[in-house]
């Protein structure tokens, strides 16, 4: 399915079909929306997790020595 949408001219209208039918295949089953669900709520947490500190960005970097 991908492989097909990827195909398709962006910002087509057929293109935009792909897309929400991919989604519909994603979300529809009920089983398969908590996968989906649970997967993306871990992704998240785990990006959350290794982004960097914004305080460790603004102090200045020391060479070894």
Do not use: C, N, Q
């Not at 293109?15 to 908590?34: Q, T, V």
Request: hydrophobic share 45%; charged share 25%; proline share 9%.
């Amino acid at each position: 399915m991908l492989a097909a949408i990827e195909a398709t001219v962006a910002r087509s209208m057929e293109r935009l079909s792909g897309i929400e039918d991919g989604i519909d295949a994603l979300i529809s089953p009920d089983p398969l929306r908590r996968d989906f669900l649970t997967h993306e709520r871990l992704l998240s947490t785990l990006y959350r997790a290794v982004k960097p500190d914004p305080a460790a960005l603004e102090s200045p970097v020391v060479s070894p020595a």
